[in-house]
């Protein structure tokens, strides 16, 4: 259902769908289901870059996305890709900084 509203009005429903499916990944991370997680939280950090292409005050959610996705790999051992991800993380912050 979330997803047939964001297809009609991107701009009102994109920050409820990324927040359900952030948390979907956050409780799959808890239940142990980790590789799943990862699968989850890089849906949600997409929805969220999207985000703050439409607008800047959605940057903090995508930290807390990114920062939550690191973690994710990390217990996957995908140090690698964790790098990665704390890489753009520490990027959005300073971005986040500098138009403060």
Known sequence: MRREL???DRRTHLPHLSLSVNGYAVYLDNIARTEQAVKVGEEA??????????DS???DDL??????????????ERYDDARTVEEELSNVRQRGASSS
């Open 57 to 59: 005050k959605h940057t």
């Open 45 to 54: 950090v997409e929805m969220r870059r999207e985000l703050v292409k439409m």
């Open 6 to 8: 964001v297809e009609k």
């Open 63 to 76: 930290i807390m996305s990114l920062r939550e996705l690191a973690r994710y790999l990390k217990k996957k």
